[in-house]
């Protein structure tokens, strides 16, 4: 018995859909836009977050490098003692002490938060790192303890390294012009 295979006829009077319906097209778009608002409302707190990161390595750097000072000066770190002396002059007429001249870093090597001196911060506080060294304070390697800081901007609160070892994260009130160059904790 011979076999037929069935075609398909497309006779004048019936409609061909070659292409999308109206709702597909608007459920696509629908799932797109979700998709983008996603992306775009994480982005930023991520990005931030990455930042907090670079400022905790920044800091973790400076630390080896001030325990590499005290290793060749008796175990004493640069003075700065009172509310912390900056990594860099940042602007016209500087004067004054700031850590990387003092362990000999040259301006353009010398790494400072990325919003130096602006209000990007967390609550629009300043982003700067701060250097504290105890006890004395005319930048010689007369500190027995360092403590440096730097305010974070995906949280509230100062990461810290001592040189004790320790770091963390310090309250947003911390008080660091009464530790004087001593770790919060």
């Known amino acids: 018995m011979p076999t037929f295979k069935k075609s398909l006829v497309i006779s004048p009077k019936s409609p061909v859909n070659l292409g999308f319906t ?8 629908a799932m797109i836009a979700l998709l983008a608002t996603l992306f775009i409302t994480g982005f930023p707190a991520s990005q931030r977050r990455a930042r907090d990161a670079q400022r905790r390595s920044d800091l973790n750097n400076y630390n080896a ?11 004493l770190y640069p003075g ?7 990594m860099k002059c940042g602007g016209m007429g500087c004067i004054g002490l700031y850590l990387c001249n003092l362990l000999g870093i040259s301006s ?3 790494h400072v938060d990325r919003y130096d001196r602006q209000t990007e911060c ?3 506080e300043l982003c700067i790192y701060y250097y504290q060294g105890s006890s004395c304070d005319d ?10 800081r730097a305010r974070l901007e995906s949280e509230a609160g100062w990461v810290y390294y001592c040189s004790n070892g320790s770091n963390g994260i310090a ?5 660091w012009d009464t530790l004087a160059g001593y770790c919060p904790i």
Request: proline share 0%; aromatic share 6%; glycine share 12%.
């Open 108 to 110: 353009t090597a010398c």
């Open 22 to 29: 109206l709702i597909e097209m608007l459920i696509v778009m």
């Open 122 to 124: 967390f609550n629009n």
């Open 65 to 75: 490098l001030l325990r590499e000072y005290g290793s060749r000066h008796e175990g």
């Open 80 to 86: 700065a003692n009172g509310s912390g002396i900056e």
């Open 139 to 148: 930048g010689s390697a007369c500190a027995e303890s360092f403590v440096l």
């Open 171 to 175: 309250a947003e009130g911390t008080t």
